[in-house]
């Protein structure tokens, strides 16, 4: 098992490689690559996983005349991942806080001579390709979430995290009596700021918009087209009685969405 105390410089959480199978100039292969949460629970597990990067850049990024320690990788493949999504002690979904910087604990008095300041650690993951992911859990609500074909890319410096994903497909299980299909592109700055552009269908039931937590306030921001009130008796009360088709657009906004979650 190799663990990479590297990353303990830029994030919270850790890195676990259980083997490299192939390491050249060009790129590396690795073997049941874990990443845990700053609680040291698993939040991702990728069986294989293959990279592409000039080995010999990065590594001179680290020479002590360099001013930042960069990794950055040209190209990841991954043909499955499992994700477990959980609450941490203080109620945030760890996965979120596993790639934050790390906290700085504050020295209670001045050191007595000066240090050199610590160089920042960049890690660019430019092109990020995922066959499938399988994310399982408890948000407050279970989680059952199937996706395929994921495209993205992620960065991790100093002043923060950004994840950012083409469309692709997912099925969200576990809500309704069927699961709910759906193509999804997301997008991640914080703990506190994510959104995603979402187009949506429950049986006969369409939707489009966009979903936004937006500090401890989730927005939200969905159209639906001209649609057979059949399809909407899911979600309303059996004493509803819907005669016309209904269109019309969902606007809502407010913490209750974060709390009723919890």
């Known amino acids: 098992m190799m663990h990479l105390p590297v990353t303990r410089r830029s994030i919270r959480g850790s890195i676990e490689i259980d083997q490299i199978s192939r390491l050249h100039l060009g790129g590396f292969e690795a073997l049941d690559v874990t990443i845990r949460d700053p609680e040291g629970e698993v939040v991702l597990f990728a069986p294989r996983l293959r990279a592409r990067a000039n080995l010999t850049t990065i590594a001179l990024s680290f020479m002590p005349w360099s001013d930042r320690a960069q990794v950055p990788i040209s190209w990841v493949r991954a043909e499955q991942i499992d994700v477990t999504l959980r609450k941490d ?9 596993t790639f934050l910087a790390p906290l700085r604990a504050v020295p209670p008095t001045p050191a007595p001579t000066p240090s050199a300041a610590a160089r920042p650690l960049i890690v660019d993951l430019q092109s990020i390709e995922i066959g499938t992911i399988v994310a399982n859990g408890n948000v407050g609500i279970p989680v059952d979430w199937r996706t395929r074909t994921v495209h993205g890319s992620v960065r991790i410096a100093p002043e923060g995290v950004q994840i950012d994903t083409r469309a692709f497909p997912i099925a969200f299980g576990k809500v309704l009596q069927e699961p709910i299909v759906a193509t999804v592109d997301y997008h991640f700055r914080s703990p506190s700021l994510m959104w995603a552009d979402v187009m949506a269908t429950y049986r006969d039931l369409s939707s ?55």
């Not at 002690?89 to 806080?97: F, P, V």
């Not at 159209?223 to 209904?246: K, M, N």
């Open 208 to 262: 489009s918009g966009r979903v936004q937590l937006k500090g401890t306030e989730m927005l939200i921001d969905l159209s639906i087209p001209q649609t057979d009130p059949r399809a909407l008796a899911p979600f309303v009360p059996e004493s509803v009685e819907l005669a016309d088709a209904f269109e019309g657009r969902i606007e809502a906004h407010g913490v209750d969405a974060i709390e009723n979650a919890g």
């Open 89 to 97: 002690t203080d109620g945030t979904i760890s996965l979120g806080t």
